[in-house]
């Protein structure tokens, strides 16, 4: 039924549930226009996940639902009001953003902070991804990091107090080395480099030996010392702590090397 239809009886009152990326953007106008139109009428809105508003709609306790989807979705009458666009969206420090343009296979080299991996959202944004030819990407929620930061074994390192910079390109003419860090938080504690990895085991050495390197290249262009890293698993959801001290750093032989994800 639509908006208009629910309106159209003298002091209705009308509860719509609208995901929340909606609710605050592209619904604005509508309902204005549905309250100018209807002044008798009580409007209630809603701002939930889009699962949430689907929960709402089955259970019959709002008049309707306006969500994200790809297609009709069972068990409900519904119709297309508009379409929304997907858009990424980098830094200008950012290797992409002197980029006119970017292919599916380069697109896939670089992770993204999205929506939480269960959630209904972020499925759409895989299929969505997976039809443009990216056939492998990696999204961390910042809503993850933020239930990571506040766990008792990362408490000490003030996490949760320092800023996050995403996709980070750290350059050392002086060592010979670059490479792009996922993430690298600045806390009152000192700099914390974090490589993020779809592992669903524990961490490789190679992996601590990246750190390694990262740490090498970000007290050299930031003038600090760094003497702990993280490697955050994203299957499991977890971060694990390692200590790179100077006899893990003569592990790392080769001192020319560019750093991959």
Same mark, same amino acid.
């Given at each position: ?8 009886e ?12 909606? =609710?605050?953007?592209? %619904? ?12 008798? =009428?009580?409007l209630?809105t809603?701002?939930?996940? +889009?699962?949430?508003?689907? $929960? ?8 309707? +639902? ?24 980098? =830094? ?29 959202f ?38 949760a ?15 010979g ?32 030996m ?14 600090? $010392? ?13 971060a694990?702590?390692?200590? %790179? ?17």
């Amino acid at each position: 039924m639509r908006l208009g239809a629910l309106g159209a009886e003298r002091s209705v009152s009308v509860t719509v549930a609208a995901q929340r990326s909606l =609710a605050h953007g592209a %619904l604005a106008e509508r309902l204005a226009s549905f309250v100018h139109a209807h002044p008798q =009428a009580k409007l209630v809105t809603r701002s939930e996940t +889009g699962e949430r508003v689907v $929960e709402l709609l089955r259970a019959q306790e709002v008049d309707l +639902g306006v969500f994200l989807a790809l297609g009709p979705v069972k068990g409900f009458a519904s119709e297309i009001i508009g379409k929304e666009e997907l858009r990424l969206v980098a =830094a200008p420090s950012h290797p992409l953003a002197q980029r006119r343009s970017v292919s599916p296979v380069l697109l896939s080299e670089f992770g993204f902070v999205g929506g939480i991996a269960e959630s209904h959202f972020a499925q759409i944004i895989d299929i969505v991804m997976r039809r443009l030819g990216v056939r492998r990407h990696r999204v961390v929620a910042e809503a993850q990091i933020d239930e990571l930061e506040k766990r008792r074994k990362l408490r000490e390192y003030r996490l949760a107090e320092g800023t996050r910079r995403f996709h980070v390109w750290v350059k050392s003419t002086r060592l010979g080395l670059s490479g792009k860090l996922d993430l690298l938080i600045d806390s009152p504690e000192g700099l914390f480099p974090v490589d993020f990895k779809m592992t669903t085991g524990q961490p490789h050495r190679n992996h601590v030996m990246q750190l390694c390197g990262y740490a090498r290249l970000l007290e050299d262009c930031y003038q600090g $010392e760094v003497t702990k890293g993280f490697v955050y698993l994203i299957p499991q959801n977890d971060a694990v702590v390692f200590d %790179l001290t100077e006899e893990q750093r003569g592990k790392q032989t080769n001192s020319s090397a560019r750093f991959a994800e």
